[in-house]
Every structure is written in structure tokens, then in C-alpha cells.
């Protein structure tokens, strides 16, 4: 019988995919139909601390308040896994916060699951190799696999049906290609279809469904080349190629999935029209109305200050590529 370390805390980045995941091979399992390959930022951070503890049912206190009861829930199914792996049958308290908008289309989930699978498994006496932290990390939501690495980090769709073989593993490391990453905000509220049920919408009912994934290999193959090539404009092409096709899925969903408002509509056009006058930026949407954009370094600033710009953004988060999940002294 294993001895619980009993409390741990870790934190994990959000990460940004510019080859996009958007549908599953197996619900049970999370595995997805599509591989992916995203940036970790060093900003958009998640902090979460697990203690065991005797009580009869996990707590879960999310940015300060306990958390609504589908999220606790949805934790406390995560948590049954580790509780599984590690052989116990303790209940947990969760501590989380982010320093951004949870559930905005932010990729809260990504950082939120991959720094519980890091904090959860350690509090439980496990010490998890990265690989198996990724495919736990999966098991919470498919993007939170990727945010156990820093830098470029790609998503195997995998083709195992345990999904042992569905996990993330690094590309390269931040300084093989260092960007400015940008995220305009158009709105700070929830989004209104959860990536879940999106995503299985579209695999029912977008007629270009099979088109989504056949493509995926040569867009990832490419998108590879290019990082290890330090190929900006490259990069920025291929990004914006797959987050518009993503899109495009979406909206052939019956019914259409519609993320963008407004604003991010106008952020798209601002920064064709910067690229257009010699700025090295390109855009990347997820499932919200936030618009990312990744640039040269030395065109970070003068994009940032553009969107500020845009009517309807409300404000820019700046940041850069960052590291992986990794364990931190208890607070
Ligand atoms: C549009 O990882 O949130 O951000 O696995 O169902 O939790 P689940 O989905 P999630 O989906 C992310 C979708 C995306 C694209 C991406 O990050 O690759």
C-alpha cells in the first residue's frame, strides 16, 4: 500500500492550438480524431492545489468561490481516475484559480485539467512520467494533454483504442521559433457551446467532416516542418489555414456553431490590413470570440496597440511561449 503524499500544488499554462483538435475517436476515452499542435504560453496560468482529506466528498473552490456543481462533478469524475491509478479512496479539496476569463473560449481546461492531473496524482503518492501525465491530463479535456509541455508541442491522434498512444509530446522548445502572442478580448462571459458537445455535433452533422480529418496529417506535417525551420510566415499561414477550416466545419454544423462576435470579426480584418502593411501577424480563434494572434517579436507592441484599437476589444493579454506543468511549493 502506497503512502499519499497527500497535498501538492502545481501549475500549468494555457496553451494556444495552431493546428487545430475539434472531434473525438472515442468519447469514453477523450481520444481524438485529429491529432493537434499548439504553443504553451507563459501567461494564462493556472494554480491548483490538491489535499486529500477524510471527508466523505470532494470540495472543489474555483477563482475563490466553490465551484457550480456540474464543474465539481466533472472533477470529481477526474479524480476517481488518479484515485484508481494510485489505488486509494480518499477525498479530495481542490483549490484553483486563474489569472484569466474561466471558460471563455480561453482554454481554462487545458491548463485547469493538466495542472489537477499534475497536483492530483502527486497528492496521491504517484509520480507520473510526462507521457503518462499527458494521457491522464487527456482523460480531463483533450487540449489539457498538450499544456503538460512547454514550447511547440504536438498532440498524437493515436490509433490504439485504449489510447495509450493518444499523447502529447514536445516539437520544440520555445526558442526554436520565439513569438508575441497576443489575445484580444471581445467578451469576458461563458461561451455558449461547450467544445464537448460542439465537437460531437459536427462529427454528426458537418458534411465536410471527413474532409476535417483526412487533412489533418498533411497539415501537421507541414506545420512541423516549418516550426523546426523557424518558418514565421510559414507558420502564421498554415495557422490561420487550419483555425479557418475549423471554422468553417462549424459553422456547416447543423445547427451552425457561431463563436465570433463582432469584434472578433473586425480583429480578423485589423490584422490582415497590419499584415498588409509589413507586420508578421496572424490570427487563431478557439471556442469563444477571443481573438489570438500570434507576430514577429518585434511586431508585438505595435499589433498589440492596434487591437487596443479595435472597437469592442475590451483588453489585450501580451504574452510569449512559455514551459510545461510542472510542481510548485505549497503556498
Ligand atoms: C477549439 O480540449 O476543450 O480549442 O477534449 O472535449 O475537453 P474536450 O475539448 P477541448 O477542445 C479544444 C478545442 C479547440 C481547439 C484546440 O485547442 O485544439
Not at 268 to 279: C, D, F, N
Not at 284 to 289: I, L
Request: hydrophobic share 50%; net charge positive; glycine share 8%.
Amino acid at each position: 500500500m502506497r503512502t499519499p503524499r497527500t497535498t501538492a500544488t502545481a501549475v500549468a499554462h494555457a496553451n494556444i492550438a495552431l493546428v487545430k483538435y475539434w472531434g473525438k475517436r472515442d468519447a469514453a476515452l477523450n481520444l481524438p480524431a485529429t491529432g493537434s499542435l499548439s504553443i504553451t504560453l507563459a501567461g494564462l496560468t493556472t494554480r491548483t492545489t490538491v489535499r486529500l482529506h477524510d471527508g466523505p466528498e470532494d470540495r472543489v473552490q474555483l477563482d475563490g468561490v466553490p465551484a457550480a456543481e456540474p464543474v465539481r462533478q466533472r472533477i470529481s469524475r477526474f479524480l476517481d481516475l488518479v484515485r484508481a491509478e494510485a489505488g486509494i479512496t480518499a477525498r479530495a479539496e481542490v483549490v484553483t484559480a486563474n489569472d484569466f476569463p474561466t471558460g471563455a473560449g480561453l482554454a481554462s481546461s487545458a491548463s485547469g485539467f493538466a495542472a489537477l492531473a499534475l497536483a492530483s496524482s502527486r497528492a496521491a503518492g504517484l509520480a507520473l512520467p510526462p507521457p503518462a501525465l499527458s494521457a491522464l491530463a487527456r482523460r480531463g479535456s483533450g487540449s489539457a494533454a498538450r499544456s503538460v509541455f512547454g514550447g511547440f508541442v504536438e498532440m498524437h491522434r493515436g490509433e490504439r483504442p485504449d489510447g495509450a498512444d493518444a499523447i502529447a509530446e514536445p516539437v520544440a522548445p520555445p526558442e526554436a521559433l520565439p513569438l508575441a502572442v497576443l489575445v484580444a478580448i471581445t467578451a469576458e462571459g461563458p461561451k455558449g457551446t461547450s467544445s464537448t458537445a460542439g465537437m460531437e455535433r459536427s462529427a454528426a452533422t458537418a458534411p465536410y467532416w471527413d474532409a476535417w480529418v483526412a487533412s489533418a496529417p498533411a497539415d501537421l506535417a507541414a506545420m512541423r516542418a516549418a516550426v523546426r525551420a523557424g518558418d514565421l510566415a510559414r507558420v502564421g499561414e498554415l495557422t490561420e489555414h487550419s483555425c479557418f477550416k475549423m471554422h468553417g466545419l462549424m459553422l456547416a454544423t447543423r445547427p451552425a456553431i457561431l463563436y465570433w462576435n463582432e469584434a472578433t470579426v473586425a480583429v480578423i480584418h485589423r490584422v490582415r490590413a497590419l499584415r498588409a502593411a509589413g507586420r508578421a501577424a496572424w490570427v487563431t480563434m478557439d471556442a469563444g470570440p477571443q481573438v489570438k494572434v500570434i507576430a514577429a517579436p518585434v511586431d508585438g507592441e505595435a499589433v498589440a496597440a492596434a487591437l487596443e484599437a479595435v472597437p469592442g476589444v475590451r483588453r489585450v493579454i501580451r504574452t510569449a511561449l512559455g514551459p510545461g506543468a510542472r510542481l510548485v511549493e505549497e503556498p
